[in-house]
């Protein structure tokens, strides 16, 4: 069989780029960080993989984001007998290509660079809201709760000797309910 796995970083963000008109048997695609193999739609794909399958990805980056990730997959992928291609670099890995030390050099080489991108990327945006927030024009994500529901919250905060158990139910982090708690008066 032939596959297609496709990922973005956001929901907003579209596949459209990524091997356009290629057809395939069976398309994934995820749009979550590539910094974990954690995504639903990746480890859909790996667990159908049969000794060979190809799998179709654009770039080495929207496999993973990460070096050591990146190595795994394609060890794994090649050791159950299936074939990955990365079309923009260009490179092909099969059960046969584990003996080719410039491939495994290059793609080694190129999954450093893409982890070093992403590293840039998330320094780049720290700095950012660091500048915002100094300037006074970065506030964060507005909450989802109404102020009738932040002050409900806040009642309930102080009646309710289990944190846990009152995050849980107003669905969020326990840290984000003693943000809530603490902002009395300030949202």
């Given at each position: 069989m032939e596959f297609i796995y496709r990922r973005v970083s956001t929901i907003?963000?579209?596949?459209?780029r990524q091997l356009p008109g290629l057809i395939a048997d069976r398309e994934f695609e995820d749009k979550l960080t590539g910094k974990h193999t954690d995504r639903p739609q990746l480890q859909a794909m790996l667990t159908?993989?049969?000794?060979?399958?190809?799998?179709h990805c654009h770039e080495l980056s929207r496999l993973a984001r990460n070096t050591r990730d990146l190595l795994d997959l394609v060890e794994h992928i090649t050791a159950l007998g299936a074939t990955i291609k990365f079309h923009k670099e260009n490179m092909t890995f099969n059960p046969d290509s584990e003996n080719d030390p410039f491939q495994n050099l290059m793609v080694t080489?190129?999954?450093a660079l893409s982890a070093f991108e992403r590293e840039l990327i998330v320094q780049r945006v720290r700095e950012g809201v660091a500048i915002a927030k100094a300037k006074?024009?970065?506030k964060g994500r507005s909450s989802k709760f109404t102020a009738a529901q932040l002050d409900q919250i806040r009642k309930e905060f102080d009646e309710t000797p289990n944190k846990v158990s009152?995050?849980?139910r107003w669905?969020?982090?326990r840290g984000y309910l003693y943000k809530i708690a603490a902002n009395k008066g300030k949202e």
């Open positions: 907003d963000q579209k596949t459209d159908m993989l049969r000794p060979g399958d190809v799998i080489m190129l999954a006074g024009k970065y009152l995050a849980k669905g969020i982090s």
